[in-house]
């Protein structure tokens, strides 16, 4: 057997099919040797026949061949195969694709040599730790956690602590459970939220949205930046600091200063490593994940360690205040030197110059002691007990104990430099802002959704599993420094009591530098990757151009980098890092994520309430329920955390939506509540005739052609049965039927017939219109419903229609020729089209299967629809616990292994749960049933022909002119009685019998015996007996395996391009379908109806 390896050319016709997005090709031929050329030519070993015929192939050379391939198996589809591909060849461009957009694609491919851009890209091999897991707990754990969590239950106290973490971790967590919905739902190319949010509620929502999650990550990045400086001032490098305070009154303004000052070049530097290199950024990113790591661990081992050997750091107490440990030496009073007891530090900050008889001092200082409590108590010291309340503070409040004894005086805050004082008041709200950005980066594993092996199982579990890591990291924690720690140093932001050591450090094991570096290191991380991450996403709103003044931050350098967005990030980042204070800025960037989270819950939830085709994600575990709890809690942690930051960012994404919907568009509102809706209405359906739906939004929009009898009564009220079961209330459905007649004269037939069909559509529970056209041809009428139906862009895009039952019986071309007319019409107008074969045995509503198969035969590809409409029936009660099957067929030159992986593949990315099976079609002989049926076939045809010539004879001898319009009848679809059976050229319709003519008829019936031996003598046309042999092996083997199956969904083939072999067509189509209890046939419209991507 010869080989052939075919490599895929440029397609010059640009078909619909050949222009998905991020498709690779590969090749299914099964040779036995390896494909080593990259070249677009097509090899052969010197053979001449042609194995492989596809649209890919120069037709005119395949078609100069004896092209024994598709005679033998697909001939009935041969004449669609350059936009209706076989599915091997459609399979074949779906293997490998990528889920990077184009735009990151070109931008890769500029560093490319020319050389290698051929070779087939790096496949994404990232699973759910590396590429989900770790990379969420790298986000989520950040400065907050190290800074700000002790602080946090010191003033909440343990309860209320515990409360605020279960508030931010449970909205997090139902945030996560409808991303994971959203990015389950298709591939999702890097964008994360912004492309999640905006290819589900629309360019509106999501450049509103997308801005806000813009704004969020930058404000991130300041205070990171922030974080990272006050790391490094406070405890790292203390004498870097350039201002310093004359007093304690200029100390905030001060520390605010070297805040700004150095926060500024941090900035400066970030940026420049990020314009530079950003690939070494990400190659960091594993050692900051490990610094956050190694300092969770230590905390935890500190804990434990404490429990019998708590660290040593003593708290000076005066009375019951906390003193500020680094302005004296020794906690006491006076201190003994040679025997003599001499003043401390202490008594020379609270007295005036002497000795200790004659120097005067401070009241409260004279009546109250000097002690030393333990700071770090323990774990198994009972401290939880005082420490499991709240103890919120005022601005300049002194840190004091309970329990230890105190003495009020009067000018007891004298010196108040020397005590421990809150810098900001607190309260549950805004500890409730401060902490929430340490429960963000839920975002991580969808923004890397384009690197991952399998997105939709990673990203959930990934994304879900570190939530629940981080909320119990961060409720161990508050429940462990409650537990050890004293209250006066939980309480205390610097650890200025306990010698400036970072607070958290004080309990962690091996010493507080741990600490102290892994969360520098880890922060300094954190905002470097915010810094990377901002400008792309800027730049990716900017290329959508929904804004155009952004529009200038979508171009880069050469490779891609966005230049002009960073310099804008930079810009906003420099506006966190002048407010100076880590306090300050976390609030805006909670109101920002807040914003965002809730409208990823509110995608969720009106994807689902609205239940379009391509709402089909593979993550079961969600329901809008969860999404409006989770939206509730979004918009009240906003209100709860900030209200006028609450208003200014809403406000903000008003103004953005408000902005988008509104350029170039006029809206003009009616007075009243219908004028309100006519308006309104007409707004959408002027929305709607911009474009054709995106393919994820398209569902079938039916235009369903229906056959009344004699009485005005619907003759198959299963095809409206069939109908409401498909549509389950959503969409469209026009229900049309055409009447034979004068529009005149039959006016009131025409009232009747719609109230009729109306009443059934009642019946049937289909809700749509119903359209009823009078015309003087059934063909007409078909015409003029198929283009005139529907308003604007609410048009149907698919058509069913009727089963012409009994064509075979009748001599009369009018009972098919309607119908193949009619499947003409529709493909011209690039409509979809179901057949529903037997209709009268479909099921009614108040069936229901409880087993049973619907089983799809995929010959060709076009557009999608077999796999869409097994769906949309399994929504219908009726059909729910059917099981889909889909068969395919492959050819002797087919890989059937490899295309049963890659079906099953595709069929995954569709979120179509589906049992797959590859029938192989071996090239067979033609068999001598085949030839003797398409021998009968052509001598019946033959037969009735030579009777409608010899009786439209007859009525011309007669002169019996048949006035058409002389009765009003009801008219079919495929109707008996729709047009002339002879359509003799006009100069021969009327016409004068002379003697010679009358001679010559009658010769001509003496020869009717030598027109039956022609008959018995006609050999069969080659090409009728190629469909006919593939209508029977494509039917043995559909019978064979779908025999039982409640359904068959299969691809119906084109009616022939010639019209003298429209009757052959029909037996075609009779001979595929026998055998079968219920068939669907189906057509594809043109496009692609289904789609893998979200």
């Avoid at 398209?698 to 229906?706: C, D, E």
């Amino acid at each position: 057997m010869p080989h052939f390896t075919v490599v895929p050319v440029k397609d010059r016709g640009q078909s619909s099919y050949d222009s998905l997005e991020g498709v690779n090709w590969v090749d299914y031929r099964d040779t036995g040797q390896d494909y080593t050329d990259h070249q677009d030519t097509v090899s052969s070993d010197g053979e001449s026949e042609l194995k492989e015929d596809s649209p890919f192939l120069n037709n005119a050379e395949a078609g100069g061949k004896n092209n024994d391939y598709y005679d033998r198996n697909l001939a009935l589809f041969e004449e669609e195969l350059d936009i209706r591909p076989k599915v091997s060849s459609f399979l074949s461009r779906l293997v490998n694709y990528t889920s990077i957009t184009q735009g990151a694609k070109e931008h890769e491919e500029e560093d490319i040599p020319e050389s290698l851009r051929r070779h087939t890209p790096k496949s994404p091999n990232m699973g759910t730790l590396m590429g989900v897991y770790l990379p969420c707990l790298q986000n989520i754990f950040g400065v907050i956690l190290f800074l700000r969590l002790t602080w946090i239950v010191g003033m909440a106290g343990v309860m209320q602590s515990l409360l605020i973490v279960l508030m931010c971790c449970t909205c997090t967590m139902l945030t996560a459970i409808s991303m994971s919905a959203i990015a389950t739902n298709g591939v999702v190319p890097a964008g994360g939220s912004y492309f999640m949010i905006s290819r589900s509620l629309g360019p509106e929502f999501g450049g509103a949205v997308g801005l806000c999650f813009y704004l969020a990550t930058t404000f991130a990045s300041s205070m990171y930046i922030l974080g990272a400086i006050e790391i490094f001032l406070k405890y790292l490098v203390p004498q870097a600091a350039i201002f310093h305070a004359a007093d304690h009154h200029g100390t905030d303004s001060a520390t605010l200063n070297n805040m700004r000052v150095y926060g500024s070049i941090c900035l400066s530097l970030m940026a420049v490593v990020v314009f530079v290199g950003v690939k070494y950024v990400n190659k960091l990113a594993s050692l900051f994940l490990a610094c956050v790591i190694i300092s969770i661990v230590s905390i935890y081992a500190g804990a434990i360690k404490s429990t019998s050997h708590p660290p040593e750091f003593p708290i000076c107490m005066l009375g019951n205040r906390t003193l500020v440990s680094n302005k004296f030496d020794v906690c006491a009073k006076t201190v003994t030197q040679d025997n003599e007891t001499v003043p401390s530090q202490l008594w020379e900050h609270f007295c005036t110059p002497g000795n200790l008889s004659n120097s005067q001092c401070d009241d409260y200082f004279l009546q109250n002691n000097v002690t030393q409590i333990q700071g770090i108590p323990g774990l198994s010291s009972g401290i939880i007990s005082d420490n499991m309340w709240s103890n919120y503070m005022y601005k300049g409040q002194v840190l004091e104990k309970t329990g230890l004894p105190s003495e009020d005086a009067h000018g007891g805050l004298d010196k108040v430099s020397m005590y421990l004082t809150a810098d900001i008041a607190t309260s549950f709200t805004l500890l409730v802002g401060i902490f929430f950005p340490s429960a963000t980066g839920i975002m991580a594993g969808s923004n890397r959704s384009g690197d991952l092996r399998d997105a939709q199982k990673s990203i959930p579990v990934g994304t879900i599993l570190a939530i629940a890591t981080t909320s119990f990291v961060y409720i161990s924690f508050v429940v462990l420094f409650g537990a050890c720690i004293e209250g006066v140093v939980l309480r205390d932001k610097f650890g200025d009591a306990v010698n400036n050591n970072l607070v958290v450090g004080t309990l962690s094991w091996p010493s507080p530098w741990v600490i102290v570096i892994g969360s520098f290191f880890s922060t300094i991380g954190a905002g470097l990757q915010t810094l990377t991450g901002a400008p792309r996403l800027l730049q990716a709103i900017a290329k959508d151009n929904i804004i155009p003044f952004l529009r200038v931050f979508g171009h880069g350098k050469t490779n891609g980098e966005p230049t002009w967005a960073l310099l804008l990030t930079g810009l906003i980042a420099e506006l966190g890092i002048l407010i100076a204070s880590l306090d300050m800025v976390a609030p805006i960037l909670s109101m920002f994520f807040l914003m965002c989270y809730l409208f990823v819950n509110l995608a969720c939830a009106v994807q689902t309430l609205l239940r379009t085709p391509n709402w089909r994600p593979r993550f079961k575990y969600y329901h809008w329920t969860l999404s409006f709890l989770g939206m509730s809690i979004c918009l009240a942690l906003m209100f709860i955390s900030s209200w006028y930051y609450a208003i200014v960012a809403m406000g903000i994404a008003g103004m953005i939506y408000k902005y988008i919907e509104y350029q170039g568009a006029e809206k003009e509102w009616g007075d009243g509540i219908r004028g309100l809706s006519l308006s309104a209405a007409r707004y959408a359906l002027l929305r709607l005739e911009v474009g054709p739906p995106h393919t994820k939004n398209w569902r079938p929009q039916l235009l369903v052609l229906l056959k009344l009898d004699e009485d005005l009564h619907v003759k198959y009220p299963r095809m409206l049965t069939f109908a409401s079961q498909l549509k389950a209330g959503k969409g469209l459905t026009i229900v049309g039927t055409v009447i034979q007649g004068n529009f005149l004269d039959s006016f009131g037939e025409l009232q009747a017939a719609e109230q009729a069909v109306k009443n059934m559509m009642e019946i049937e529970r289909v809700k749509g219109f119903c359209q009823v056209v009078v015309a003087n041809k059934v063909r007409e009428g078909i015409v003029h419903l198929i283009q005139s139906c529907g308003l604007g862009g609410m048009k149907h895009n698919t058509v069913v229609m009727g089963w012409p039952y009994g064509w075979r019986q009748s001599e009369d071309p009018r009972a098919w020729k309607t119908f193949i007319n009619t499947v003409r019409y529709v493909t011209a107008a690039h409509l979809a089209l179901m057949v529903p074969k037997n209709v009268s045995f479909y099921p009614n509503n108040h069936e229901r299967f409880m087993d049973g198969n619907i089983d799809v035969w995929w010959i060709v590809h076009d557009g999608g629809m077999l796999m869409l409409l097994p769906f949309l029936l399994k929504q219908h009660k009726v059909w729910r616990k059917c099981k889909m099957r889909i068969f395919t067929v492959a050819q002797m030159d087919d890989n059937s292994i490899q295309m049963k992986k890659d079906l099953a593949t595709f069929l995954y990315q569709l979120r179509i749960e589906a049992e797959v099976e590859v029938v192989e079609m071996h090239d067979s002989d033609i068999s001598a049933y085949t030839y003797e049926r398409t021998l009968m076939m052509e001598q019946r045809s033959q037969m009735l022909r030579q009777m409608r010539l010899s009786t439209a004879e007859r009525q011309r001898e007669a002169q019996l002119v048949k006035d058409r319009h002389s009765l009003v009848r009801m008219g079919s679809l495929i109707s008996d009685e729709e047009e002339e059976v002879f359509e003799a050229p006009p100069e021969k319709v009327h016409m004068t019998w002379t003697k010679e003519k009358a001679e010559a008829e009658r010769r001509k019936r003496n020869n009717a015996p030598e027109n039956f031996r022609e008959l018995i003598s006609l050999k069969p046309d080659q090409s009728n007996v190629r469909r006919m042999h593939t209508a029977v092996k494509l039917n043995e083997v559909i019978v064979n395996r779908s025999h039982d199956a409640r359904l068959v969904l299969l691809n119906m083939p084109g009616p022939p391009r010639n019209s003298d072999g429209d009757e052959n067509y029909m037996e075609f189509l009779e001979v595929l379908t026998e055998g079968l209890e219920r068939v669907l046939l189906v057509r594809g419209g043109g496009r692609e109806v289904i789609t893998i991507y979200s």
